[in-house]
C-alpha cells in the first residue's frame, strides 16, 4: 500500500514525487514516459534558475533529484483505477496491481499534430509545439505558424516581436480565435496570412528548410522558406482513465480546486492535464508541489492528526 501513486513523469510527477517524499510518504510514479510535454522542446529558457538548458537536461536533473530522495518510480501505464470500500484505490497497469492511499494525476497532455511528412522527424530540430518555449530561438528568421485558433493567433502575435517573417497558415477560410487577437495579428507588417491552405510536407538537411503547402483553390502545393514551423492545433488530455473520479471540462481538462483537488477524495491533479489556463513548466511544478501537500494534509485530517495548513506549514520543504 502507497501512501500517493502518481501517474505521469513531467514536471508536475517528478515535483510531486519530491514533495511527498519529504513528508514521509511512500511514493510510487508510474509513467510511460519520461519528461511528459518538456521532451518535445529543445531548449529551455524560461524555468527559474537556468538562464538556459536543454530540455533532455532538465529532465534528467528532475529524475535524479526524485530517485536521490526515494521516490520509486516504474515504466508502465495505468489502464483502470477503482475506488475500494476504505477509500484506497487500486491501479491495475500493463503489468501489474498496485494500491494506493491517494493518486495525484500528472497526466499531462499531447500536442495534437498534422500528421505529415517530416513532421517527427524534424521534432526538435525546427518544428516545436510551443512558441513560449522556442520562441526566442527564432529571433531574426523566418517562421511558419499552423492553425486558426486562439493558440495559433497568440503564437503569431508573439513571433510577430521576434522574428524576421511569420506565416500564419489557416486550412480554413475564418479564424477560430477571437476577433480581437486577430486584429492585433493583422497590423503586424510582418505577418502573412495565407487562408484555405493546408501544410503538406516539412523538409530539410539537418534542420527544417521549408515547408510544402497546398492552397485549396491551387491544384498544385508551392513551397515557402522557413526555419522553424509552430503547430499550434491544439493539445489533447487523455482522462478517459479518470472520467468516473474527476470533473473534466469541454477540452477533457480536470477541474481542480486551489489545493489540487479532484470532486473525488484523496484524488488529485496536477499540471498541463488540468483546466488551469496557462501550460508552463514552471507552473505544473508548482502545482505538484500543491497536490502533494494537499495530498498530505487529507491523510493527516483522516487519521485524526493536526489540521493546520499544511501549505503555511515548514514553507522550506
Known amino acids: 500500500m502507497y501512501d500517493v501513486i502518481i501517474l505521469g513523469a513531467g514536471p ?11 513528508r514521509g510518504m ?28 536543454k530540455s533532455h ?17 516504474i515504466s508502465d501505464e495505468a489502464k483502470e483505477i ?13 503489468k501489474n496491481i498496485y494500491k494506493a492511499k491517494t493518486i495525484i494525476l500528472c497526466l499531462g497532455l499531447s500536442p495534437r499534430r498534422l500528421a505529415i511528412p517530416g513532421e517527427v522527424e524534424f521534432t526538435g530540430r525546427g518544428v516545436t509545439y510551443c512558441a513560449t518555449c522556442d520562441g526566442p530561438f527564432y529571433k531574426n528568421k523566418i517562421v511558419a505558424v499552423v492553425g486558426g485558433g486562439n493558440a495559433a493567433l497568440d503564437a503569431a502575435e508573439f513571433l510577430s516581436a521576434i522574428t524576421k517573417k511569420v506565416y500564419l497558415i489557416h486550412r480554413r477560410d475564418e479564424f477560430r480565435g477571437f476577433e ?19 501544410v503538406k510536407e516539412i523538409l530539410g538537411g539537418q534542420k527544417v528548410d521549408k515547408i510544402k503547402i497546398l492552397i485549396n483553390s491551387e491544384t498544385e502545393s508551392k513551397e515557402l522558406e522557413v526555419d522553424g514551423v509552430f503547430i499550434e492545433i491544439g493539445r489533447i488530455a ?13 477540452k477533457n481538462q480536470i477541474i481542480i480546486d486551489e489545493k489540487c483537488r479532484t470532486k473525488t477524495p484523496g484524488v488529485f491533479a496536477a499540471g498541463d492535464v488540468t483546466n488551469g489556463e496557462f501550460k508552463q513548466i514552471v507552473i505544473a511544478a508548482g502545482q505538484g508541489a500543491v497536490a502533494a501537500l494537499a495530498a498530505y494534509q487529507y491523510l493527516q485530517m483522516k487519521q485524526g492528526k493536526a489540521t493546520e495548513t499544511i501549505l503555511d506549514r515548514g514553507k522550506k520543504n
Open 238 to 250: 487523455n482522462t478517459d482513465l479518470v472520467a468516473e473520479l474527476a470533473e473534466r471540462n469541454e
Open 12 to 22: 508536475a510527477g517528478f515535483t510531486a514525487g519530491i514533495y511527498s517524499t519529504r
Open 180 to 198: 480581437t487577437l486577430l486584429a492585433e495579428v493583422k497590423k503586424k507588417d510582418n505577418v502573412e496570412i495565407i487562408v484555405n491552405a493546408e
Open 26 to 53: 511512500k511514493a510510487l510514479l508510474i509513467a510511460k514516459e519520461v519528461g511528459g510535454q518538456v521532451v518535445w522542446a529543445t531548449d529551455i529558457e524560461n524555468y527559474p534558475g537556468f538562464a538556459s538548458i
Open 82 to 94: 477503482k475506488k475500494n470500500e476504505d477509500e484506497s484505490f487500486t491501479i491495475f497497469t500493463n
Open 57 to 73: 537536461e532538465l529532465i534528467s536533473k528532475m529524475d535524479e533529484h526524485a530517485k536521490g530522495l526515494g521516490v520509486e518510480m
